[in-house]
């Protein structure tokens, strides 16, 4: 088996080469040959013309007509007798060629003219040697002149192309070998820096870039590596930053939780004191419960284990119950928390699910928006999906940031320090495993973050209707 591309690649230039090579051979070589003989044979069959003429136009023997053709026009001259025509029977009469006429007694060029009596060019071999023929009959009666010429000068000709043809192929060869084997070797190098890029990448070196000056299908290949190193590389680094501020999410609460627990076993607290300490402490449990909750979430998506309901939901009442829910932390961060009246819309979905997503994006929208910010929860319809939205009036989300807020991990330099990074990824992907989406449309002035989900048609809504799936 061959191993290594450059090998590879070099051989099978080689052998389109040589393919290339052997075709123009099998082309040009008989083709060229073909041509040297029918052109040899036209020539004799215009010179037998000049042979009949001086046969009719003479009273001397045929002999001087036989030498005096051969002489002019450089080819054997020989005169036939027609004794009987089928079968063709011939009488040589005169020939050119001073020693035995045995070798064109029955030659079958003139016999075919005999029979036919009609002019006949061929070729013919005796012994060795291919001669060209042209055989004309004089009259309707006879006699038959034969005008033949050896080939070996126009085929020694063809043996020289032919013998230049493969010298200059076998050159050529060579040279494609060569430079088949050199421009594999440029290929491999780069082929070879990308496999090197890989395992850069795959041990979690996400430091050097991966460079590739080509603008083909290695350069594309290159190009992609460059795409999902800077890709891995964010990850990796909101990963790290993620496990940094998860640490920093549970030891802040844990020891708050610490020293309140100690303070009350060790103080003696008078009861507004140890109420106040006990309401800390259910915030630093409320704030693990929820770090803990996200990151289950996400495990269990990642494993394909989110278990999801399919029921009707009335989306206005969860906005409803969404306003209830956030308007006390609403007044207290001094924002306005309204509900929109758009009309009642029920989706296909999981209460529960619906509810965890509306909280991510009114949680994300009182938390990431300035004081004096409007905030507001309107439903609808647009064609087949029923629509949960949050509106806000803040300054917007920073272009740079706006493809990367559904990304994992992923906090805006800036943001509260409270966040996970995890709410909206979340939210996402909950989304899509009820067969909808979360869009985000932010301009200075205004944002819109929107729960699409797969709406129930008209007159089929019935709220007893239930479907569990598991995905």
């Not at 037998?48 to 009273?59: E, G, L, M, P, Q």
């Not at 491999?188 to 890989?198: G, S, T």
Request: net charge negative; with cysteine.
């Amino acid at each position: 088996m061959i191993k290594g591309i450059r090998l590879r690649l070099a051989l099978a230039l080689l052998g389109v080469v040589a393919g290339a090579l052997v075709v123009a051979y099998l082309i040009v070589v008989p083709t060229l040959e073909s041509r040297l003989v029918d052109a040899k044979i036209d020539q004799l069959e215009a010179n037998a013309a000049t042979v009949a003429d001086c046969i009719k136009a003479t009273d001397f023997p045929w002999q001087e007509c036989a030498d005096t053709g051969s002489a002019v026009l450089n080819a054997r001259v020989v005169i036939y007798d027609v004794l009987q025509r089928e079968p063709p029977a011939l009488q040589i009469l005169a020939d050119s060629r001073p020693a035995s006429s045995q070798d064109v007694e029955h030659d079958i060029v003139a016999e075919f003219a005999a029979a036919t009596g009609v002019p006949q060019g061929g070729t013919v071999s005796r012994g060795k040697e291919e001669f060209a023929e042209a055989a004309l009959p004089v009259t309707a009666d006879g006699p038959i002149a034969l005008l033949s010429s050896s080939l070996a000068d126009p085929l020694s000709s063809i043996d020289v192309v032919e013998r230049r043809l493969l010298a200059a192929g076998g050159i050529a060869l060579f040279v494609a070998l060569l430079l088949g084997y050199a421009g594999a070797s440029v290929h491999a190098r780069r082929i070879r820096r990308l496999e090197r890029a890989a395992e850069r990448i795959a041990s979690g070196h996400f430091d050097e870039p991966v460079v590739d000056g080509g603008n083909d299908e290695v350069g594309e290949l290159a190009a992609a590596f460059e795409r999902m190193r800077g890709r891995l590389e964010k990850l990796d680094r909101a990963r790290r930053e993620f496990i940094a501020n998860a640490s920093h999410e549970l030891r802040t609460p844990l020891f708050s939780l610490g020293g309140f627990l100690e303070l009350m076993t060790d103080e003696d607290l008078d009861e507004p004191t140890r109420q106040e300490f006990l309401e800390t402490m259910r915030e630093q449990v409320t704030r693990l419960t929820k770090l803990a909750t996200d990151l289950l979430d996400l495990s269990r998506m990642d494993a394909g284990r989110m278990h999801v309901e399919t029921e009707q939901v009335d989306l206005a009442a969860a906005a409803q119950v969404l306003a209830e829910e956030f308007r006390a932390l609403a007044e207290q961060r001094r924002h306005t928390l309204d509900l929109g009246e758009d009309g009642r819309a029920v989706a296909v979905g999981d209460e529960l699910r619906v509810l965890q997503i509306g909280r991510a994006l009114v949680g994300n929208a009182l938390t990431h928006t300035p004081p004096g910010t409007s905030i507001t929860v309107t439903t609808g319809r647009e064609r087949d999906h029923a629509t949960l939205s949050v509106v806000d009036d803040g300054p917007g989300i920073p272009a740079e940031h706006l493809e990367h807020v559904f990304d994992r991990f992923y906090r805006a330099e800036g943001d509260v320090a409270s966040g996970s990074g995890l709410g909206l990824a979340i939210a996402r992907e909950l989304a899509a495993l009820m067969g909808g989406d979360v869009e985000l449309d932010s301009a200075p002035g205004r944002t819109v973050v929107t729960l699409s989900l797969p709406a129930v048609s008209a007159g089929v809504v019935d709220e007893s209707e239930r479907l569990t799936v598991f995905t």
